[in-house]
């Protein structure tokens, strides 16, 4: 490149990246950023990454992107990006991008253990015709299923929904969100009635207090890290805690950090808890008008089999735990029982595990009595060489911030809440000490849930791609709900499954045991994000299964296909988020895709057209179906009723769910595309506007039902950057069940309106006493959960903890940012980080190469003791990136029994040298 | 080739030796610098992404740095490679 060029181009840039943070620069700079973007056609967009959502604007230039920035009118960046940012325009040109379909082959025909051969569409959309009727010829419903994404698109999740639930009236379709955020989710619906955060992340600018728990927010979500950084820059009273079981990033900016032993967390906020009672610190008027008490049973288990028959013989001894445990010292002194005896306890609600019913304060008091400063300070203290003393201060210091009636508080958590046996409970355990406090529902005081994926919200729970829900917050296994889906979406009466189908973990084992044979994978790499991975690559080359693998690179999980299909990504398409403030963000086409590359949503529809209903809409068999109305075990024929209604039995499923006289009155083209093209619509060869039809027709379930989006276009003009739902008479809702800000509240200046679940029986901690149920609409529930033990824990053989996570340079299983050869060089395989102490008790040094070792399988990896996450003795951390070193094998599937998320934060493991 | 447009933002106080420091570092240039508030913006050329990332990490090290993050990115001249099937694929 010239010299000269270059000089130009690089005042242009650093014009450009002043203007986009607001620093004034001269005439002559912005000329020059004016003059390098001239031929460029700039459009905005949201981070294909994390779940902040931050706005970013693209520049395209020969149908290629050319340039991105953080959008400096994006509320949520304020134009910065993060490094994560950058890849956006990196990931579309990776050298190993697949563009055209792949299927394993030999002599020509399809074979499982043939080689991967390039095929056209028709040849693959034939073959995996043929094998999903074999599949539900055999099995029916249950037997087929699809692994969906936070990183779905909203029309996608959507499109899928439909397909799987009213055409193939299979509910075994389940997001990898369900690793992500599961927990979450669960405890929203349980202590609010409704999904998703009442405040946003206008908070911190309000806040006195961040608390971080179990989030290393510095190097997950640096953007928003940013914003309490620079709080605290401007606000001389803000506190910042990091409460984490390791020293991480977040440790250097935190004035407080806390380090706690695995599962301890549920420990300390019963500590909080019962501090905010001794010192009268209980917003009383809060409490009485808004809140009621709740405990639920505790011998739910761990989410795992509860037979042993597939496990690994070294597997089996933490297996049998999900059958019987011997409770623990502390979980015994935690539930109120002598800790000199034994108390071995079967897991007589592994299946129910979120029943819950109402109890009176003084239950609850009793409840987290025994949290005391001496009880929980012995039990929590992560790091041995911290005196007990000090670690004691910290907790009273803790408790002072969460206590102080002056002080706002926002608790920030991600992975180390959520990925938890107890996942569910320690979610609604930090809303009870919220509640508690009524520090929550007004600026600057939040309990808020991160999420680690970009449309974890918008896309799996707002659609509602679970294997239990429906779109907007609605659930398959209530008459009612699929009443009003069954109407909105024109089918006849009892079409919908009202049996919830299998979760990711459980499609896992449903493809080992045989009673699934069919998978399709969409946005996501479960074969190396699903724990106990040794398990499922097994099942899915040595079985009888056929999967297919939608993914722009070959993941783990496309080797393991049977069929790969090339999508298209992100810029390629039309489409849009959801972000953990409730923000809808939606953006246009802006490059083409590769090659035969196309869009998840043009896959899914083009699939759709080889299903007939005739095939699908006739008596099907559902194992274990015994809800009221149905004849057990069975879905009934439904084609005579669908015949009234004017379906044929030779319809297409296409033609039935997607290719509505309704959808097809969205015309393409469309004025909001300003010129942008849609390959999608194009490919489909139809002229309606596939993904503003599929927005539309979603849009029509949350309207008047709390979780309203605005119209397609709006969140396409140039004055929108995403809009917080509900978004009525044209206005967003920045804090919910507050007054000022939410008009759905209609009782008094608070009001968790949520509707689910407001109705129990009433008991006392050991379980219900009465069976008159009581209703309490309006209000949240402050639940009591004990202290629990992790399923496994280190012992003489497995002897160190095993925590996973992501970072920074990475993002998730790196599909996408490993693509970028030069970086892979720069960090080419995950490392151990450990205690420098636990090395050296093993003979071990830094960049050693070691085994470590599990109940589940072994890996190789290198450890290093002066990375940037510095474990206490006795613990460890491996990021999940690296597929080279492929963490996940030793990871345990135990996951939170309510909420079915995988618990990926505590294996025991073993090291030796190689 | 690539070049990026990062804000680092130092105490108000060390900007100057801030700017000499980032001005030391390779393919860093500090284009503008705002006094009163501490923020230096600067434009990193690297020859590969690897150099880049790496790149940031060292502005990151430098003493006084509270934040340095990518703003803005210029992809000069790529080279799309996906027209072949990918030789891992191509051999299983």
């Known amino acids: 490149m010239e010299l000269s060029r270059r000089n130009f181009l690089k005042s242009g840039v650093a014009a450009a990246t002043a203007m986009a943070v607001g620093i004034p620069i001269s005439r002559v700079a912005s000329a020059a950023a004016a003059e390098t973007e001239q031929d460029w056609r700039w459009d905005k967009g949201v981070c294909r990454f994390c779940g902040v959502g931050c706005g970013i604007m693209i520049a395209t230039q020969d149908g290629k992107i050319v340039a991105t920035k953080g959008d400096p009118d994006a509320p949520v960046n304020r134009g910065l990006n993060c490094v994560k940012g950058y890849f956006n325009g990196k990931i579309l040109y990776g050298k190993d991008r697949l563009t055209q379909p792949l299927m394993r082959m030999t002599d020509g025909r399809f074979d499982k253990k043939g080689k991967f051969t390039p095929v056209t569409w028709d040849q693959a959309f034939d073959e995996m015709a043929i094998q999903f009727k074999k599949a539900y010829e055999e099995k029916g419903p249950t037997g087929i299923g699809v692994i969906g994404s936070g990183q779905w698109l909203i029309q996608e999740g959507y499109a899928m929904t439909k397909l799987m639930k009213a055409g193939f009236r299979s509910n075994n379709i389940d997001p990898n969100a369900r690793n992500c955020m599961a927990s979450a989710v669960a405890a929203f619906m349980q202590v609010f009635g409704i999904d998703e955060p009442p405040g946003n992340y206008d908070d911190i600018e309000y806040t006195d207090t961040v608390v971080a728990w179990g989030a290393n927010m510095a190097e997950a979500h640096p953007v928003l890290w940013q914003r309490v950084i620079d709080r605290r820059l401007g606000h001389s009273d803000m506190k910042i805690v990091n409460i984490t079981t390791l020293r991480n990033m977040t440790s250097e900016g935190s004035d407080l950090e806390i380090i706690i032993k695995p599962n301890t967390d549920m420990a300390l906020l019963n500590y909080l808890a019962r501090e905010i009672i001794q010192r009268d610190a209980v917003n009383q008027a809060f409490v009485d008008a808004h809140c009621v008490f709740c405990a639920g049973p505790t011998d739910i288990g761990y989410g795992m089999r509860a037979t042993d028959k597939f496990a690994f013989e070294a597997e089996k001894d933490i297996q049998a735990r999900e059958v019987e445990v011997t409770l623990t010292r502390d979980e015994a002194i935690g539930i109120g029982l002598d800790p000199e005896q034994v108390h071995t306890i079967k897991q007589a609600n592994a299946a129910t595990a979120d029943r819950h019913w109402l109890v009176g304060f003084e239950d609850f008091k009793a409840g987290v009595a025994p949290y005391t400063l001496d009880f929980v300070a012995e039990l929590a203290k992560g790091d041995s060489e911290e005196s007990l003393d000090a670690f004691k201060a910290k907790l009273v210091r803790l408790a002072d911030l969460y206590a102080d009636p002056k002080r706002k508080l926002v608790s920030f958590w991600t992975m180390g809440f959520n990925q938890h046996v107890r996942g569910t409970w320690v979610n609604e355990q930090i809303y009870s000490v919220h509640l508690l406090l009524g520090k929550i529902a007004e600026p600057g005081n939040s309990p808020f849930s991160l999420t680690g994926q970009p449309s974890a919200c918008g896309t799996a729970r707002e659609v509602g791609t679970f294997s239990h829900r429906l779109p907007a917050d609605m659930v398959v296994n209530i008459a009612k709900h699929r009443d009003i889906t069954e109407q909105t979406w024109k089918l006849p009466p009892k079409t919908l499954n009202p049996k919830p189908g299998s979760h990711i973990t459980k499609i896992m084992r449903d493809l080992e045991d045989g009673s699934m044979s069919w998978v399709w994978v969409q946005v996501n790499n479960p074969f190396q994000h699903v724990a106990n991975a040794n398990h499922w690559l097994k099942a899915a080359r040595e079985n009888d299964n056929f999967i297919v693998v939608s993914d722009a690179y070959p993941s783990i999980s496309a080797k393991v296909a049977d069929l790969i299909l090339p999508v298209a990504m992100i810029f390629e398409k039309w489409g849009g988020y959801g972000n953990a403030e409730r923000r809808t963000q939606l953006w246009r086409e802006q490059v083409p895709p590769p090659g035969e590359a196309r869009s998840d949503l043009w896959q899914i529809l083009e699939f759709s057209k080889r299903i007939t209903l005739a095939e699908v809409w006739k008596e099907q068999p559902i194992p274990g179906l015994k809800d009221e109305g149905f004849e057990e075990g069975k879905l009934p024929d439904v084609m005579a009723a669908a015949q009234e209604m004017g379906y044929t039995p030779e319809m297409t499923l296409y033609e039935a769910l997607f290719e509505t006289p309704e959808n097809k009155a969205f015309a393409w083209p469309d004025p909001v595309a300003k010129g942008h093209d849609n390959h999608t619509v194009k490919h489909l060869g139809v002229d309606w506007f596939v993904e503003k039809a599929l927005f539309e027709e979603y849009a029509a379930f949350g309207r008047g039902h709390h979780h309203d989006l605005a119209p397609f276009d709006v969140y396409y003009q140039d004055d929108v950057r995403g809009l917080r739902w509900p978004v009525i008479d044209g206005k967003e809702t920045p804090w919910r069940f507050n007054a000022k800000y939410d008009p759905y509240v209609k009782n008094g200046e608070i009001e968790f309106y949520g509707g689910a679940m407001k109705e129990l029986v009433t008991g006392n901690l050991n379980g219900p006493t009465t069976e008159e149920k009581t209703k309490f609409p309006g209000k949240a529930k402050i639940f009591f959960r004990p202290y629990a033990a992790p399923v496994e824990s280190p012992d003489g053989n497995y002897d160190l903890w095993l925590c996973t996570g992501r970072l920074l340079e990475h993002w998730h299983t790196g599909t996408m940012t490993r693509r970028v050869p030069e970086l892979h060089r720069a960090m080419p395989a995950a490392v151990l980080d450990m205690n420098e102490k636990d090395a050296e008790a093993r003979g071990l040094k830094r960049q050693d190469t070691v085994w470590i070792e599990s109940r589940r399988g072994k890996i190789k990896a290198v450890i290093e003791t002066t990375g940037r996450n510095r474990p206490p003795r006795g613990y460890s951390f491996m990021a999940f990136f690296d597929e080279s070193v492929f963490v996940n094998k030793l990871c345990i599937d135990a996951t939170c029994p309510i909420s079915k998320e995988e618990d990926f934060k505590k294996t025991a493991i073993k090291i030796y040298k190689v | ?92």
């Open chain 2, 1 to 92: 080739m690539n070049l990026s447009g990062i804000l680092v933002v130092v105490p108000p106080a060390q900007v100057e030796d801030a700017t000499l420091a980032l001005n030391a570092l390779p393919g860093v240039e500090v284009h503008h610098a705002e006094p009163a508030t501490g923020r230096i913006v600067v434009v990193q050329e690297a020859e590969t992404v690897d150099e880049e990332v790496a790149a940031l990490s060292r502005i990151k090290a430098l003493p006084g740095v509270m934040l340095a993050e990518m703003v803005y990115h210029v992809f000069d001249e790529i080279l799309p490679e996906w027209d072949a099937i990918p030789a891992e694929m191509a051999a299983s």
